[in-house]
């Protein structure tokens, strides 16, 4: 099952460029779902080390909602 996401991108407002951080276990398990959904495997986008696990993901809403997951080691050294 492919879930559709057109609706919620037209949605979005342009000024907005918070990003946003989201560190809800069950929210990070339902992204991770929906990465495998698209092919793709939830690693860490900063050291790509695909055995440490997410502890938060970071989505940014003006790069096309683009969402970075980072595992516990890189969430620490992020400034
Ligand atoms: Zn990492």
Not at 17 to 28: G, K, M, N, Q, T
Not at 53 to 61: D, G, H, K, Q
Not at 68 to 74: D, G, M, Q, Y
Request: charged share 25%.
């Amino acid at each position: 099952m492919i879930r559709e996401f057109t609706g919620k991108a037209l949605e979005t407002d342009p000024n907005f460029v918070r990003v946003e951080l989201i560190d809800d276990p069950a929210a990070i398990a339902e992204f991770g779902f929906e990465a495998r959904c698209e092919g793709d495997d939830l690693i860490c986008r900063r050291c790509g080390n695909a055995k440490l696990s997410i502890a938060a993901i970071l989505v940014v809403p003006a790069g096309g909602h683009a969402r970075w997951a980072l595992c516990a080691n890189c969430l620490l050294e992020m400034p």
